[in-house]
């Protein structure tokens, strides 16, 4: 199975746990959250970034590496409750990231700015 494979069989499970599709918030941590609303997703995505942050600047002066694939999982599962909320799939992230291969992300930011002017007819 490969990354994509392992991203859709969660983004099938959360699906399954959302309350409109017989999830229960007692039995099911994601059918909870779901059940809480967006505020409280949203929520724990900003503490999952902060986690983020401060578990990479642990392994920046030496700290343990595996704490910062523990936080980026936790970050990446929660957009995934995010993305399954709004009616989003991680196909739809790999798309998107895939539409930008080989648009170097100074080349993009440029082309953006460029197109701003036009637009504001400098
Ligand atoms: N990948 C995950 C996953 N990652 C993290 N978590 C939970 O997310 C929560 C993260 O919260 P924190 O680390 O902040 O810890 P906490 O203090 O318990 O959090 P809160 O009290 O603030 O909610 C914990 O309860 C973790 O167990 C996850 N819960 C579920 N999954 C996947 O989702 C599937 C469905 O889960 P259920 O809906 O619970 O059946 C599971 O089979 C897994 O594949």
Excluded: Q
Aim: charged share 35%; hydrophobic share 40%; net charge negative.
């Amino acid at each position: 199975m490969n990354d994509v494979d392992s991203l859709a069989r969660l983004a099938d499970v959360i699906e399954a746990r959302k309350p409109s599709n017989g999830g229960d918030p007692e039995a099911s941590y994601v059918a909870r959250l779901l059940a809480k609303g967006p505020d409280a997703f949203l929520k724990k995505i900003g503490e999952e970034a902060t986690e983020v942050v401060m578990a990479a600047k642990d392994a920046d002066h030496g700290g343990d590496r595996a704490k910062l694939v523990g936080e980026v999982a936790d970050l990446w599962f929660h957009c995934m409750i995010a993305l399954a909320h709004y009616g989003l799939r991680p196909a739809d992230v790999v798309a998107e990231l895939r539409r930008r291969e080989g648009l170097g992300g100074l080349e993009e930011k440029a082309l953006r700015k460029a197109r701003a002017r036009e637009g504001s007819g400098e």
